[in-house]
């Protein structure tokens, strides 16, 4: 029996290989082998292994003796691949069938008994979902943190302008906190997503079994609460088809990438020469190989790139599953593979976003001068109007008459004459150059959600309560 190191006994045959009497093809064996991918689900299926065996004992199914033998035996093997001291055997089909191997190796016949009354259908089903419970809350631990950058950020800068934009052209003035601050409810709604996906992964398959249950009394309510699970899955056929809760997670790990991706365009367009709203830093930009002055917004960049990767992991899975007939089918396999691609594409994004806007200054005399050009407080003109009594679509009009002479004068809107102003409309007076610099024109507007500052502070209180409720 061997204690550490790479296991290679015999009883690292496949689970299924007594039906046969020759063993699988090198070829075959390599192609269907999914250690590589699933032995990060380790320690999950250790854990799930001694639920399922304290459940078993509990069933009077084995002994209290031999459970107890198995759970010390499982233990032993979560603590030396912990130390090191056990490595993982690649040559094993999958992380199941190394423990198991592992554990019989250790603790002999015991060990067998281990596999009682599961199928590996609902026991990947099984590792699969605690895998996402132990794998969701570092995500949104990520996310709480990017929030509260933003917020730390969005403080400092509730009265600095910048330009909005529709359709890529000057809209309106707002702050760069309120623009932040968008960005940070983004990520409140990928939390919320990931938080609502816990409740219906919070289910446990196991005792399911192949696709119809067992003949043998388990107690599928006591392993799931040995789990710590919400309750058990209600039909056995559906347990072991089910991958829902991956195609779940996947697309809400692509709505929080399109979100990381889009406020990366953004960086990347702001950190032109062009723009030069934002300097990022030195640690999170690289240089040309052959231009000297170059200073790239890469991390950026790949972050946005790699987007379409975590969008493939979704249309994979999807794909994968369209056309499946109940129960398992071997299909299932590449689940994993592109569920656990998206989750690590995903976390990194985040932490590196959280870095790069953190240690980014901003340019908020730059940001203000863009908000001089392109007639952004054109709507302004026709609230102004309109408080004074005119129909908002002829208001609109007048607003757009002056905007038109400022145009051919090619001069702002604060710098037409009275007389010019008057020749769109009697009802305006002298007051209209107080209201519409870019300053005036974000602090009027002050409805919920707008950019006015004392807005954008309730903003950034509600962000931070977000944050320290879900921390």
Not at 11 to 18: D, F, R, V, Y
Not at 102 to 117: M, N, Y
Not at 253 to 264: I, V
Not at 271 to 283: C, H, M, Q
């Amino acid at each position: 029996m061997s204690q550490h190191g790479t296991i290679t006994s015999d009883n690292h045959a496949a689970l299924w290989h007594g039906r046969f009497k020759e063993g699988p093809d090198s070829a075959a064996v390599d192609f269907e082998t999914s250690i590589y991918v699933d032995e990060r689900m380790a320690f999950d299926d250790i854990r799930g292994s001694i639920a399922h065996v304290q459940m078993l004992a509990h069933s009077k199914i084995i002994s209290e003796e031999e459970a107890k033998t198995i759970v010390e035996g499982l233990n032993s093997i979560k603590n030396d691949l912990e130390s090191g001291s056990l490595k993982i055997d690649y040559s094993a089909e999958d992380i199941h069938s190394f423990i198991e191997a592992t554990l019989t190796d250790r603790v002999g016949e015991a060990g067998k008994k281990v596999h009682t009354g599961r199928s590996r259908n609902d026991q990947i089903a099984l590792d699969e979902r605690l895998y996402l419970l132990r794998f969701i809350p570092q995500l949104q631990d990520s996310i709480l943190t990017l929030i509260d950058a933003l917020t730390l950020i969005s403080e400092n800068h509730k009265e600095s302008l910048i330009p909005g934009f529709t359709h890529m052209q000057h809209a309106q003035p707002v702050t760069l906190a309120h623009h932040l601050c968008a960005w940070a409810w983004m990520l409140v709604r990928d939390w919320q997503r990931l938080e609502d996906a816990k409740k219906r992964i919070n289910y446990s398959p196991i005792g399911s079994c192949a696709l119809a249950g067992s003949g043998l009394p388990l107690d599928r309510k006591y392993e799931a609460e040995l789990l710590g699970f919400k309750g058990v899955t209600p039909n056995s056929l559906d347990s072991v088809s089910d991958r829902d809760y991956c195609i779940e997670v996947t697309s809400a790990l692509s709505l929080l990438q399109m979100h990381l991706s889009r406020a990366c365009e953004e960086i990347v367009l702001w950190s032109t020469t062009e723009f030069s709203f934002i300097d990022l830093s030195e640690k999170w930009s690289t240089g040309s190989s052959i231009m000297p002055q170059k200073k790239n917004p890469d991390f950026a960049e790949l972050i946005r790139g790699r987007t379409g990767k975590v969008y493939g992991d979704l249309f994979a899975l999807m794909t994968m599953m369209k056309g499946l007939p109940l129960a398992y089918d071997r299909d299932m396999q590449e689940d994993k593979e592109p569920l656990f691609d998206a989750c690590d594409t995903v976390l990194s994004c985040l932490k590196v976003f959280t870095y790069m806007i953190s240690s980014a200054k901003w340019n908020t005399e730059k940001m203000c001068q863009a908000c001089d050009g392109g007639y952004l407080n054109a709507t302004d003109v026709a609230d102004y109007l309109v408080k004074k009594g005119m129909p908002f679509r002829t208001a609109h009009g007048v607003s757009a008459q002056a905007v038109r002479i400022a145009i051919e004068k090619n001069c702002r809107l604060e710098e037409l004459s009275i007389e010019e102003w008057k020749s769109c409309s009697d009802l305006i007076d002298e007051d209209i150059y107080s209201i519409i610099t870019p300053q005036a024109c974000v602090k009027t507007r002050n409805t919920i959600g707008g950019p006015a500052p004392e807005r954008v502070e309730e903003q950034i209180k509600e962000l931070k309560a977000f944050v320290k409720k879900g921390k």
